[in-house]
């Protein structure tokens, strides 16, 4: 099993920028589909992107296309998240996860315990 620890949220003006880290213990982070997702005040949860085992396809909702990226780093078992270009409708709890199946349906089994982004107007 892998267990998952964000970093990295934060107070920050609409267009500014952050990078969420998402560190998991274990010998099995390539094993694993990462994805990360997010939930506003109010709101249900919603997934963000997600990246492959090796990091060579992502996926993204498309509201964060061509703003956020996600990238992973399987020698430092770490997955990342970089916010650009942040509005203040991206401020939420946000939360990676991790699966070893691909695909929209993927009932993600392991999830951190969040970190919070706020965008300031």
């Known amino acids: 099993q892998v267990q998952l620890v964000e970093s990295g949220g934060g107070l920050v003006q609409t267009g500014g920028s952050l990078r969420l880290s998402c560190a998991a213990s274990?010998?099995?982070?390539?094993?694993?589909?990462m994805a990360w997702f997010r939930q506003a005040p109010g709101k249900e949860r919603e997934f963000v992107a997600r990246?492959?085992?090796?990091?060579?396809?992502?996926y993204y909702t498309d509201s964060v296309k061509g703003r956020f990226a996600i990238s992973r780093d399987n020698a430092k078992n770490t997955v990342y998240l970089q916010l650009n270009s942040l509005k203040a409708e991206d401020t939420a709890v946000y939360y990676c996860?991790?699966?070893?199946?691909?695909?929209?349906?993927?009932?993600?089994?392991?999830w951190g315990q969040g970190t919070q982004v706020t965008v300031s107007s």
């Open positions: 274990g010998r099995t982070f390539s094993s694993f589909v």
């Open positions: 996860a991790a699966d070893p199946n691909w695909g929209s349906r993927v009932s993600y089994d392991v």
């Open positions: 990246i492959s085992w090796g990091g060579s396809s992502t």
